[in-house]
Every structure is written in C-alpha cells, then in structure tokens.
C-alpha cells in the first residue's frame, strides 16, 4: 500500500474527448500515455515520479480494459530493458524514474536499446530532482542523452504542454526510431493544473500479437557487426529524421517579441520563470507578450542547426538560459555559430549561476545583468518591491535555525541508530557505510552515524574494501528496497563470495519508506497484483551467509546487544543483522483509521503514549541526543529556580517507546512515563481503577496534607 | 494595469498539512472564480524538514477578454509575494531570509515554536530567540498577522492548516469570499465540523490580530497562607535585602519541600553568611549578583534528585493530575503509567549509613548480586497499587536522608563550593559570581549525573590558574560553556589543556 491512495485520480484517466483534467503533472503524463496508446509502461518509484508509479499500481482496471501492461519494475535497469519490446514489434512504452541517479542505473540497458533503435514509439519519463529539496547528487541526464543519443524533450511546465509532448514524444521516437527522454522537473511534476483531455487509445498491435507471431531482426541485436552499423545508423538516418520532424512540427517554439537585436534562449522547462523574470522587469505580461524575441527549445537534444542559426542571425547578442553545468547547450550553439561564421554573443553561465537551481531570482539577475550591457535601454524599468535590508536580513539569517529532513515520529529506523550510539560508547567508533533510504538521515544530528552513501542497494558495497584484518569490524546499512534493488547481489552476494567479516544491517520496514511506501518482494501485506511476503533472511540465507540475526527495531537492549554481539564475536565471516519494524507512516495511516472505528462502536481500546515529568527532569537532554524524535521536544522549565528547558512529548506521540526504551538502556533518568489510555473500558476495568483511586488518593490526601503544614501559600 | 496573479507562498514543516492547505487554497480560488496553479518540492523534505508550497490564483474573466491562457509561475520570486503563510514562527523568517515578505507583503504566521533539532539537543538551554523574526518582519511586510495557531488548533480539535486557512480568509489579504474557503472545507468531506471550527477561530483571530491586540490583563495574585511551621523562614527571609528576597523564597520554599524546616534553616544560615560578605564586598552596588546566584544555585545543590525526591514527586496527587493533562486524558478516563526507572547500586547506597555504603560500592560481589536483581531497567506502574505502594515506601524513607551516605557527600562538596566562593570574592566579585553557577553543571541522574559532576571537579581542579590568568571570571565561565557543548567533553579538554590539564576524554 502506497503512502497515499489514489482511487479519486484513477477515476480521471478515463476522462474522455474534451473533458477537463485537473490535477498534478505527473498524472497528467500517466492520462496522455493512455491517450497515445501505449502497450507497457515501467518504472522504479522515486520522489518526484512516484505518483505515476503509485496511480497506476491503483489503476488495474483500467489497464486491463486497455491492453496495457504495467510494471513496478525491481530496478530503473529492469525498467529500461523492458524497452527492449519496442526494438521488433510497434509496441508503444514508456518507463520512468527519478533522475539522475535512476538513469545511472538503467543506463546499460538504455545503451543498448538506443544502439538496437526502436519500431515502436520508447518514451523514459525522467523526473529530474535537481536543486531545492533534492536529495541526490546534482548532476544533468542530458550527458545520457547526449552519449547514448537519445532525444530530449523539455517542454514548457503547463499541463497542455506536456501532454502534448507525451504524444509528440512517441511519434518522434517512431519518426527516428530512436528512443526519447522526456525531462520534468521536480516542480512540474508536482505542479497543479489543466489540460482538455482526449480518449484514450487502445494499441490496434497489442502484447500477445507480439509473443503469439514473434518476428525477429538480427541486425537489431548489439553484437558486430551490427552494433558498427549502428553507430553510423544514429548519424546518417536516425539525427537527420529527427531534426526533420521537430522543425516539421514546431516542437521549438519562436515566442515574444519578433525584432531587436538581442534576444534569449530558453529551456522549455525554465520559460515559466524567464517570463516572470522578464514581468518583473516590465519587458513581458502575464500572458507571455514579452518585448524580447525567445527561442523556447521544448526540444533541447538534439539542436536543430538552421533554427538557431535563423534566430541568432540577426541579433547582436543572446541570453542563453540553461540550467546545470556543464553547460552542453552553450558549447553546441556556439560552435553551430562559429561553424556558419555568426558572430552573435552567445551570454549564458557569464552572467548566470554556474551551478544551482535557476530560480526567479536568479533569472531575474541574469535577465538584468545581460539587458545592462546589451540592451541598456530595456534595462530594468521596474524593479521588484524593496525587500528587506540585507544586514537586516542576515541578522534573521543568524537565527533561523536549518531544518534538515529526519525521522518520523516513531519511526522504527530510529532506534536502529540510538543503539548503534550506545555500542559505540561501549565498543568505541566505528566506520559506517550507509545507503540509500531514510535511513540515511542517521548522517545528521541528533546521531552523525555513517562515512559514506554510494548509491542504492551499495551500502555493504561501499564497505567491501575494508578486509583487512583489524581490531575494528566495519558496519554498513542497507534498506529492504536497496536489498531487493541490487543489494541482494552487489552487497550479500559480494560479501559472501570475497568472505568478508564484516557486519550489515538492513533496515526492514516492510516497504520502499523513502519513495513513497511501495510494497516490495519482503512486505508483510497481502497486495493483489504482486507477490508479497518473501522473507529477507530466506534470501540472505540462500546466498550462503551463515550469521543472521533478526531483531525488533524497538527492543533496543536487544538491538543493542546483537550487534554488539555481531562487532565483537569470533565467528569469522559476513553477519548479517535484519532490523524489523514496520514504517510507522504506513502503521499510522493503516491503523488509526480502525482504532478510530473501533473507539466509535464502543469496543475497549487501548492507547499508549509516553510522557516526560518535568519537576524530575532536569534539561540536560540526553535523552533527545539519542532518539531525536520530532514528538520529544522541549519546553520552559516549570522550576523558577532550574536554567534550562526540560524535556517534553508533545501530542503527536504514537506511543512507539524508544524515548522510554533508551532511557533504559541508557540509563538516563527516571522521568520518562508511558501511559495508556483505556477507551471504553470493560466493568473490571472501571471496578479495578475504581479501588486503585480509592486507595491511592487516600495515600495522596494525607500527603497533601502533611504538605499543605508547611505550606508557603499559593502555588506551594 | 496589466491583469496580475495573487501570489501565495505557504512555509510550513513536513507533517503540518502545508499541501493539505495549498489544496485548499486552489479549491477556493477555483470556487471564486480563479485559475489557480500551485507547486511544492516535497521529496524527502516532507520527512519533518521545511517546505515551500506556492499558489497563484489569476483572474478567469482576465484571461477570457485576452483569449489565452496566463503562464504562471512555478516558485516565488523574491519581493513578488503577495501574501506569505507561516505554519511556524521560525518559517515566517525563512520567508523573510529568502526575499519572499517585502513592502507588498502580508505576513500570517504563527507564533508557536517547533524546536530544530539544533535547538534540542543542546546541554542546556539551546533555544532561539524568535522574538527579533518579529521586529524584521514588522519592518518587512506590509501587514502582519501573529497568531498561536497551534494553540487555536488545539482548541478547536482541528488540523492546524484547518487555522491558517481561517487566518487567509480573516486577514483579507486576498479579495476570496469566506463563503469561497468554507465551501472548499465541505466539499472535503473529511472531518467537516472539526475543520470549519478551526478556521473560524483562525478567521475570527485574524481579523481581530488585523486590528488592534487587547491589552492582556494582569494576572490576579492570590493571597498567601503562609502555615504556621514555616512563618520563622518567612520572617527571616524579611531580614535578606529585597533583592535576594524573592529568589531565597523560591529556593526556602524548595528546600523545605525537599526535606524539612530544619534543611531550610541550613540553607538559610549558609546563604546569609553569604549575603554578609557580599555586603562587605559592595554587594549593594552590584545588587548582590552573588548572594542572587548563591540563593538560586544552593537551593538546587541542597536539592539534589536522588531516589526518595523521585519517588516522592511521581507518586504525589498533583503529579497524577499533570500527566492526565499532557496525554490529553478525557475527564473520568482510565489512565496507567507506568515509571521507567533503572537503579543502580550506587542510587541504592545514596540511601544507606556512609560506612555501609562504600563497603558496598567497593565489593564486585555486591554489584553483581545486585546487578542480577535490579539490574536491567524496571518499569514501575504508580497506578498499580504494589507500583504506588513501593514508591511510596521509598519516598517515605525521607527520614532516613540525613544519616546517608549521598546526604554526607553532597553537604561536603556543597561547604567546599561555597568557600571556594566566599574566598574568590575576597578579590574577586565576577569570578566568585562565576563559580556559584558552575553548580549548572551537575545535574541529571545516573551517566548524567556523572559527567556533569566530572567536568564541575575537572574546572574546580584549575581554578587557581584561572585566578592566575589575565580575565578570570571570562574565563571560567567560558570554561563552563566548554563543558556544555559536547557529551564526550572534547571541547572541555580543549578549554583544560589551556591550563595545562591533559583530561582523558570519554568515549
């Protein structure tokens, strides 16, 4: 069960002919590949595509009614090889992931079917989490374009744009037959809007046409000689197709104003942005009526060659505006210029961030930087509003704290690290090579736990160069969608076959957490469509690795004394701890609902929460340095005497324990209390509280009592 | 004037509803009659980190007589924000770090604070001050709107983005209807009642912030009644001067509390003594810094947690009424509470004669019999009769604190603390002061305890070439900082071999 359920929004995909579509990016892409008649669709979640993944894991139904074959594939490497059906038969299909790092991975497979070339339409849908909010290195996916020779499409982020651009996509990739990548953006994927919908398309060749009559073409297999001839293929038929069908159909598009002798180029992606710029400036409207000529290229691999050369013919100087660096496009137009003998000024990363998120404020600088120097009668009529002093400014700057993302409240991965902090006090540091998932955010405060992340499913990889022997064994995490992504192998596998001796951890939580609570191969829940409940230590086992220990996350003494065990045992040979503990954001949002319901028909229910008493605590916080759960905070101290803040649970506890658990093993203070609230509570329990009262405030009275004799007045 | 869009930027923390609201946003801008595009980069940020979702509602019939549709954008340009939404005060000034409040801007933020981590994991207090994000944004905006929404929230059991929807309608930054918000909160569907409660006290709120604030009433103090067991403090807290009054009156009334009248007659002969030689050294000019600090600090010191005040502050009347309150337990609900409690030997021997005791703590046979019986961590449950009962017992054997061992140990280290202080101030008033509140250190239980006492002894073990040194008082009190910046005590290490202390570090 995904972390959000989308029953409303697969209503939408069966909007029809001239209906309005509301709603996100993203799933405005999922309705036009049902529009273009798509045959597969694949894919490997992550932020900012999930959505597409999880729509159409809850749209079945209408898959079936349209033929249309969909994949929640184990990898973006197994998604890009189910292109390979595109490669004999006219199957259209699409496969998506987050970018950069997914094309990392699927990249073997997308060399391939770019050099193999395509018969029916190929569409990767990468959704770029590029600059703010990010989570990955920042790097461009048009160098993969670029190598492998796929086409790049950046249309503008307007719903009708995009949409029209799945379809394009499709026809220009069969034009070419050549695979396409359509770029969004993380916000266009996320971005609320519109567009007039169309049918959707049921694919006239279908599936089982293709494995009921399979044809084959051995000039399509990458082998020599043909993998020669299609190198030459990409250059001499597949560019020049192209380049035919994208001047053919406009997919660049000639914006603004139409004379002057400057003018701008523009991403697709970014023109949103440059038209505010270009308001704020004065030189544009609301609606795009902008005083300077744009070359918008919706299409940003390849270039078409006359398109630029036409548009910079003419100008003095062009503003390039292209995002990321290397700065591919600037070098391409100004050798497209240089080789026609234009000497337009070609200004892009001069005057623009060489690295970073091209953001209005950026572009709104850029913008005026170049209108300065080569336009200074359209320089910058109207400046934005005065905003604030920039001292002033910075004195906010010195206070406003940094909110780093971080474990849920409750979150089972938690007190994985709060015990890894008290081996380590026990058995000194020791080197921790994470992974990716959630349980990276172990890096930061309140636990600064882990070296290194190489990629997902590496954790144990980024480790295996330490089979030295040494007094010290080394750790490394990996969560269960990294296992089941490649970790499986490229850790396990790899550490039982080279006999390491060092110890994983790996987080089970019982789904992909971090993208979205996919279910994966481990999860405990019963999923319709796919095969669930395949246990990560029967894996583990059957690739040979002999010390396997599972543990609840929760029972930290435990935890705590398992890889305590797993550092410091004689037992040669790779160890392998399994954490379990379901995700508590999918735990939450599966069991309130029911408890709710349960409270509501009467039935006794039990809640448990946990609290902090604050004349006992004395606010040294020990205990938040260990579990650092957003619930456990602080407030004044209630002693007029006492300096500093004391501990406090705040309401949003869900009563997961580790706060009380770590005291414990920690051995901190008596403070922390857990309560349990009784809902409906039976006879026996209203008899057994009733004499517990009775005889307890009888005790509290006469405390009160003796008390109350040396009473200072009020509030003594 | 060209047709413009209303800009909204909306700065809240993962898990405070800030796409709830956006939606919400968009709904109502929908049902009055606006185009409305809005976008966030959630991600991992939704995990507990800051998020910026952003709206912009632009004008239909606009759009209609121009025949094409508005580009809107995708993130808020800096000084081109209309109205900026805070889900938290210290988010209203991550709007105004990133440009977004400006002289067109109206600012609704919140003024309650969710701690950073940063903040909370300090030894001490780590906390910042919000109140200057006020005076900037005052400066900033156009109009600014403060309210306690998750105070409101609370209030009318409803989400918080429930509140800050309320408080968009009621500051009438934005030309929307109210009818246009509170159809978008039916047609949710979901937790209608709750929610429409909510945003009318953030609506109700708002326009009432947008005006005038009432000037807050003062709160009514009632008349003392002072028992008659305790009127001699009382009168002999006459005789301090008014201004080490009222802090010696806390620490009497805490001290009292902790023991008897007797105890309190003890802390009040040491901290006249005190006042004395604070007298002497001018303490009037000063306004007896030193006598305030001695007065505040002795009564903790003498105060100290051991496990018969712990017993006695969880099992009393007025504690079972606290925690009721702060798991929110409805009146006539059955409550358990169980204690986490983890004794070990050395709390045991507190307890015991002094002879006894440290018998005990030297003997590993003892420790490890005791270990196998109280040595993994207990829960206690004080709303069990054995649970109450046991604690009650331990509380009870209050008696018993004066022939203790713990009690001999710390009326020790409390007279060598005081003299230390006493013959700092022969010379030297700021540092004396400084040293009275190195008494900050040792607090907590346990490991805790431990630490802080560790590094209070290590900085006492320099104090003579502190005095040596050019700045004493600064110092030492940097000194005492060092020693609340981190667990493991490097950077107090680094502050003691300044004087030539090597001190091992603890792992």
Same mark, same amino acid.
């Given at each position: 069960?995904?972390?959000?359920?989308?029953?409303?929004?697969?209503?939408?995909?069966?909007?029809?002919?001239?209906?309005?579509?509301?709603?996100?990016?993203?799933?405005?892409?999922?309705? #036009?590949?049902?529009?273009?008649?798509?045959?597969?669709?694949?894919?490997?979640?992550?932020?900012?595509?999930?959505?597409?993944?999880?729509?159409?894991?809850?749209?079945?139904?209408?898959?079936?009614?349209?033929?249309?074959?969909?994949?929640?594939?184990?990898?973006?490497?197994?998604?890009?090889?189910?292109?390979?059906?595109?490669?004999?038969?006219?199957?259209?299909?699409?496969?998506?992931?987050?970018?950069?790092?997914?094309?990392?991975?699927?990249?073997?497979?997308?060399?391939?079917?770019?050099?193999?070339?395509?018969?029916?339409?190929?569409?990767?849908?990468?959704?770029?989490?590029?600059?703010?909010?990010?989570?990955?290195?920042?790097?461009?996916?048009?160098?993969?374009?670029?190598?492998?020779?796929?086409?790049?499409?950046?249309?503008?982020?307007?719903?009708?744009?995009?949409?029209?651009?799945?379809?394009?996509?499709?026809?220009?990739?069969?034009?070419?037959?050549?695979?396409?990548?359509?770029?969004?953006?993380?916000?266009?994927?996320?971005?609320?809007?519109?567009?007039?919908?169309?049918?959707?398309?049921?694919?006239?060749?279908?599936?089982?046409?293709?494995?009921?009559?399979?044809?084959?073409?051995?000039?399509?297999?990458?082998?020599?000689?043909?993998?020669?001839?299609?190198?030459?293929?990409?250059?001499?038929?597949?560019?020049?197709?192209?380049?035919?069908?994208?001047?053919?159909?406009?997919?660049?598009?000639?914006?603004?104003?139409?004379?002057?002798?400057?003018?701008?180029?523009?991403?697709?992606?970014?023109?949103?942005?440059?038209?505010?710029?270009?308001?704020?400036?004065?030189?544009?409207?609301?609606?795009?009526?902008?005083?300077?000529?744009?070359?918008?290229?919706?299409?940003?691999?390849?270039?078409?060659?006359?398109?630029?050369?036409?548009?910079?013919?003419?100008?003095?100087?062009?503003?390039?505006?292209?995002?990321?660096?290397?700065?591919?496009?600037?070098?391409?137009?100004?050798?497209?210029?240089?080789?026609?003998?234009?000497?337009?000024?070609?200004?892009?990363?001069?005057?623009?961030?060489?690295?970073?998120?091209?953001?209005?404020?950026?572009?709104?600088?850029?913008?005026?930087?170049?209108?300065?120097?080569?336009?200074?009668?359209?320089?910058?009529?109207?400046?934005?509003?005065?905003?604030?002093?920039?001292?002033?400014?910075?004195?906010?700057?010195?206070?406003?704290?940094?909110?780093?993302?971080?474990?849920?409240?409750?979150?089972?991965?938690?007190?994985?690290?709060?015990?890894?902090?008290?081996?380590?006090?026990?058995?000194?540091?020791?080197?921790?090579?994470?992974?990716?998932?959630?349980?990276?955010?172990?890096?930061?405060?309140?636990?600064?736990?882990?070296?290194?992340?190489?990629?997902?499913?590496?954790?144990?990889?980024?480790?295996?160069?330490?089979?030295?022997?040494?007094?010290?064994?080394?750790?490394?995490?990996?969560?269960?969608?990294?296992?089941?992504?490649?970790?499986?192998?490229?850790?396990?596998?790899? #550490?039982?076959?080279?006999?390491?001796?060092?110890?994983?951890?790996?987080?089970?939580?019982?789904?992909?957490?971090?993208?979205?609570?996919?279910?994966?191969?481990?999860?405990?829940?019963?999923?319709?469509?796919?095969?669930?409940?395949?246990?990560?230590?029967?894996?583990?086992?059957?690739?040979?690795?002999?010390?396997?220990?599972?543990?609840?996350?929760?029972?930290?003494?435990?935890?705590?004394?398992?890889?305590?065990?797993?550092?410091?045992?004689?037992?040669?040979?790779?160890?392998?701890?399994?954490?379990?503990?379901?995700?508590?954001?999918?735990?939450?949002?599966?069991?309130?609902?029911?408890?709710?319901?349960?409270?509501?028909?009467?039935?006794?229910?039990?809640?448990?929460?946990?609290?902090?008493?604050p004349d006992t605590c004395t606010g040294d916080?020990?205990?938040?340095?260990?579990?650092?759960?957003?619930?456990?905070?602080?407030?004044d101290n209630p002693d007029p005497l006492r300096d500093d803040p004391v501990?406090?649970?705040?309401?949003?506890?869900?009563?997961?324990?580790?706060?009380?658990?770590?005291?414990?093993?920690?051995?901190?203070?008596?403070?922390?209390?857990?309560?349990?609230?009784?809902?409906?509570?039976?006879?026996?329990?209203?008899?057994?509280?009733?004499?517990?009262?009775?005889?307890?405030?009888?005790?509290?009275?006469?405390?009160?009592?003796?008390r109350?004799?040396y009473s200072f007045g009020a509030g003594a | 004037?060209?047709?413009?869009?209303?800009?909204?930027?909306?700065?809240?923390?993962?898990?405070?509803?800030?796409?709830?609201?956006?939606?919400?946003?968009?709904?109502?801008?929908?049902?009055?009659?606006?185009?409305?595009?809005?976008?966030?980069?959630?991600?991992?940020?939704?995990?507990?980190?800051?998020?910026?979702?952003?709206?912009?509602?632009?004008?239909?019939?606009?759009?209609?007589?121009?025949?094409?549709?508005?580009?809107?954008?995708?993130?808020?340009?800096?000084?081109?924000?209309?109205?900026?939404?805070?889900?938290?005060?210290?988010?209203?000034?991550?709007?105004?770090?990133?440009?977004?409040?400006?002289?067109?801007?109206?600012?609704?933020?919140?003024?309650?604070?969710?701690?950073?981590?940063?903040?909370?994991?300090?030894?001490g207090e780590?906390?910042?001050?919000?109140?200057?994000?006020?005076?900037?944004?005052?400066?900033?905006?156009?109009?600014?709107?403060?309210?306690?929404?998750?105070?409101?929230?609370?209030?009318?059991?409803?989400?918080?983005?429930?509140?800050?929807?309320?408080?968009?309608?009621?500051?009438?930054?934005?030309?929307?209807?109210?009818?246009?918000?509170?159809?978008?909160?039916?047609?949710?569907?979901?937790?209608?009642?709750?929610?429409?409660?909510?945003?009318?006290?953030?609506?109700?709120?708002?326009?009432?912030?947008?005006?005038?604030?009432?000037?807050?009433?003062?709160?009514?103090v009632?008349?003392p009644k002072i028992a008659?067991a305790v009127r001699p403090l009382v009168q002999r807290l006459q005789t301090l001067p008014s201004g080490v009054r009222d802090i010696a009156y806390k620490g009497v009334k805490k001290v009292v509390d902790f023991q008897d009248v007797r105890y309190a007659e003890l802390y009040l002969d040491r901290l006249q003594y005190m006042v004395a030689s604070d007298r002497l050294k001018g303490g009037d000019a000063a306004f007896y810094k030193l006598s305030k600090a001695v007065a505040k600090y002795l009564a903790l010191w003498m105060a100290y947690d051991d496990?018969?005040r712990?017993?006695d502050l969880?099992?009393?009347?007025?504690?079972?009424?606290?925690?009721?309150?702060?798991?929110?337990?409805?009146?006539?609900?059955?409550?358990?509470?169980?204690?986490?409690?983890?004794?070990?030997?050395?709390?045991?021997?507190?307890?015991?004669?002094?002879?006894?005791?440290?018998?005990?703590?030297?003997?590993?046979?003892?420790?490890?019999?005791?270990?196998?019986?109280?040595?993994?961590?207990?829960?206690?449950?004080?709303?069990?009769?054995?649970?109450?009962?046991?604690?009650?017992?331990?509380?009870?054997?209050k008696?018993?604190r004066r022939?203790?061992?713990r009690y001999g140990v710390e009326q020790a280290r409390i007279e060598n603390w005081l003299s230390l202080i006493a013959s700092a101030a022969e010379r030297d008033y700021a540092l004396a002061c400084e040293i009275a509140g190195l008494q900050r250190l040792i607090k907590g239980?346990?490991?805790?305890h431990?630490?802080g006492l560790?590094s209070y002894e290590?900085i006492i073990?320099?104090l003579?070439?502190v005095?040596?040194?050019?700045?004493p008082a600064q110092?030492l009190a940097?000194l005492r900082d060092?020693a609340l910046?981190?667990?493991?005590?490097?950077?107090?290490?680094?502050?003691?071999?300044?004087?030539?202390?090597?001190?091992?570090?603890?792992?």
């Amino acid at each position: 069960m995904a972390e959000r359920s989308f029953a409303k929004e697969v209503e939408d995909l069966r909007l029809s002919d001239g209906e309005v579509f509301r709603g996100e990016g993203i799933l405005a892409v999922t309705k #036009a590949l049902l529009q273009a008649g798509v045959s597969y669709v694949g894919g490997y979640q992550g932020a900012p595509i999930s959505h597409l993944m999880d729509v159409l894991a809850d749209a079945q139904e209408i898959l079936g009614e349209l033929d249309v074959h969909f994949e929640a594939s184990a990898s973006e490497a197994s998604a890009a090889a189910m292109l390979a059906a595109s490669v004999n038969y006219p199957l259209r299909g699409a496969v998506t992931w987050k970018s950069t790092v997914g094309t990392n991975v699927a990249s073997d497979a997308l060399a391939n079917v770019a050099s193999s070339g395509v018969k029916g339409g190929a569409l990767v849908i990468v959704g770029e989490d590029y600059g703010e909010g990010s989570s990955i290195m920042q790097e461009r996916s048009h160098a993969f374009a670029m190598k492998s020779q796929m086409w790049l499409l950046d249309p503008r982020p307007n719903l009708t744009s995009i949409v029209d651009m799945v379809e394009r996509g499709f026809e220009l990739s069969e034009a070419s037959n050549t695979p396409v990548m359509l770029e969004l953006r993380i916000r266009a994927c996320h971005v609320y809007g519109s567009f007039v919908a169309k049918d959707n398309v049921r694919p006239k060749f279908r599936l089982r046409d293709a494995m009921e009559n399979p044809t084959r073409d051995y000039s399509r297999v990458v082998l020599p000689p043909s993998n020669f001839v299609h190198e030459i293929e990409k250059i001499d038929k597949r560019w020049p197709a192209a380049v035919d069908y994208i001047k053919k159909h406009r997919l660049n598009e000639f914006l603004g104003g139409t004379s002057g002798d400057i003018g701008i180029i523009v991403q697709g992606g970014l023109y949103n942005t440059l038209n505010r710029a270009l308001e704020l400036a004065g030189l544009s409207d609301a609606f795009g009526d902008a005083k300077v000529p744009i070359y918008c290229l919706n299409v940003t691999y390849p270039l078409i060659d006359d398109e630029v050369k036409g548009f910079c013919l003419d100008k003095k100087a062009v503003l390039l505006i292209e995002e990321g660096q290397p700065e591919y496009i600037e070098q391409a137009v100004n050798s497209i210029l240089k080789n026609a003998d234009i000497q337009t000024k070609i200004i892009g990363k001069e005057v623009l961030p060489r690295a970073g998120e091209y953001t209005s404020g950026a572009i709104f600088e850029g913008v005026g930087k170049f209108l300065a120097k080569h336009a200074p009668q359209l320089a910058a009529k109207s400046a934005p509003p005065a905003i604030l002093a920039d001292d002033d400014k910075r004195a906010v700057a010195a206070i406003v704290p940094q909110r780093p993302a971080g474990f849920c409240t409750g979150c089972p991965e938690r007190p994985v690290f709060s015990a890894m902090k008290l081996v380590q006090k026990d058995i000194g540091k020791f080197h921790v090579s994470c992974d990716i998932g959630c349980h990276l955010f172990s890096i930061l405060p309140p636990f600064d736990i882990g070296n290194t992340t190489m990629g997902y499913g590496l954790g144990w990889a980024g480790a295996s160069a330490f089979g030295a022997e040494a007094g010290q064994r080394t750790v490394a995490i990996m969560g269960d969608g990294g296992f089941w992504h490649n970790g499986l192998t490229s850790g396990v596998g790899n #550490a039982v076959f080279n006999k390491s001796d060092n110890v994983l951890v790996i987080i089970d939580n019982g789904y992909s957490a971090a993208t979205g609570g996919q279910d994966i191969l481990s999860s405990r829940a019963e999923n319709k469509t796919k095969s669930t409940n395949n246990p990560i230590a029967a894996a583990v086992k059957g690739v040979g690795v002999k010390w396997v220990e599972e543990v609840h996350t929760y029972d930290i003494g435990k935890m705590k004394r398992v890889l305590k065990e797993a550092m410091t045992t004689t037992l040669k040979g790779p160890k392998v701890i399994i954490a379990q503990a379901e995700c508590m954001l999918n735990r939450q949002r599966r069991e309130k609902p029911v408890r709710d319901k349960a409270i509501k028909e009467g039935r006794r229910v039990i809640r448990a929460r946990y609290g902090v008493d604050p004349d006992t605590c004395t606010g040294d916080h020990s205990c938040i340095r260990l579990s650092g759960c957003p619930s456990l905070t602080i407030r004044d101290n209630p002693d007029p005497l006492r300096d500093d803040p004391v501990a406090y649970v705040n309401n949003d506890c869900v009563g997961s324990g580790v706060c009380g658990e770590n005291a414990h093993a920690a051995i901190l203070c008596p403070s922390f209390y857990r309560a349990e609230l009784i809902y409906n509570p039976s006879a026996l329990d209203r008899f057994a509280s009733k004499i517990r009262s009775a005889v307890i405030g009888f005790f509290q009275k006469g405390g009160d009592r003796r008390r109350a004799r040396y009473s200072f007045g009020a509030g003594a | 004037m060209n047709p413009r869009a209303i800009k909204i930027a909306v700065m809240a923390l993962g898990g405070q509803g800030g796409g709830v609201l956006a939606s919400w946003i968009v709904k109502a801008g929908e049902n009055a009659g606006y185009i409305a595009q809005s976008t966030s980069v959630p991600g991992v940020a939704q995990r507990t980190g800051a998020t910026i979702y952003y709206i912009e509602l632009f004008p239909k019939e606009a759009a209609a007589a121009k025949g094409k549709a508005p580009i809107l954008a995708l993130m808020p340009a800096p000084g081109d924000v209309d109205v900026v939404i805070a889900a938290e005060m210290m988010e209203a000034g991550r709007a105004i770090m990133r440009g977004f409040v400006s002289g067109g801007t109206t600012l609704i933020s919140s003024t309650h604070r969710v701690y950073a981590i940063a903040e909370k994991i300090a030894m001490g207090e780590g906390r910042q001050d919000a109140e200057s994000i006020r005076a900037a944004a005052d400066r900033a905006a156009r109009q600014c709107v403060w309210l306690d929404m998750d105070q409101l929230a609370e209030d009318a059991g409803a989400v918080i983005s429930a509140v800050m929807f309320g408080a968009l309608a009621g500051s009438g930054a934005t030309p929307l209807p109210r009818s246009a918000f509170e159809e978008t909160i039916r047609t949710t569907g979901r937790a209608v009642e709750r929610n429409l409660k909510g945003f009318s006290f953030g609506y109700d709120a708002a326009t009432a912030a947008a005006k005038e604030k009432p000037p807050e009433q003062p709160a009514q103090v009632a008349e003392p009644k002072i028992a008659p067991a305790v009127r001699p403090l009382v009168q002999r807290l006459q005789t301090l001067p008014s201004g080490v009054r009222d802090i010696a009156y806390k620490g009497v009334k805490k001290v009292v509390d902790f023991q008897d009248v007797r105890y309190a007659e003890l802390y009040l002969d040491r901290l006249q003594y005190m006042v004395a030689s604070d007298r002497l050294k001018g303490g009037d000019a000063a306004f007896y810094k030193l006598s305030k600090a001695v007065a505040k600090y002795l009564a903790l010191w003498m105060a100290y947690d051991d496990v018969v005040r712990v017993a006695d502050l969880k099992t009393r009347s007025s504690r079972f009424a606290r925690f009721r309150d702060d798991v929110r337990a409805a009146d006539g609900q059955i409550v358990r509470v169980w204690e986490f409690m983890h004794p070990r030997i050395e709390e045991i021997c507190d307890l015991m004669p002094p002879a006894l005791a440290r018998a005990l703590l030297k003997s590993n046979g003892a420790r490890k019999a005791f270990g196998m019986v109280l040595g993994k961590g207990r829960r206690v449950a004080t709303t069990n009769l054995g649970g109450f009962f046991m604690l009650n017992a331990m509380a009870s054997l209050k008696f018993m604190r004066r022939g203790s061992f713990r009690y001999g140990v710390e009326q020790a280290r409390i007279e060598n603390w005081l003299s230390l202080i006493a013959s700092a101030a022969e010379r030297d008033y700021a540092l004396a002061c400084e040293i009275a509140g190195l008494q900050r250190l040792i607090k907590g239980y346990g490991d805790t305890h431990e630490r802080g006492l560790a590094s209070y002894e290590a900085i006492i073990g320099v104090l003579d070439a502190v005095k040596a040194s050019a700045a004493p008082a600064q110092n030492l009190a940097r000194l005492r900082d060092s020693a609340l910046k981190d667990e493991e005590g490097v950077a107090l290490a680094a502050e003691l071999s300044k004087y030539g202390v090597g001190r091992a570090v603890a792992a």
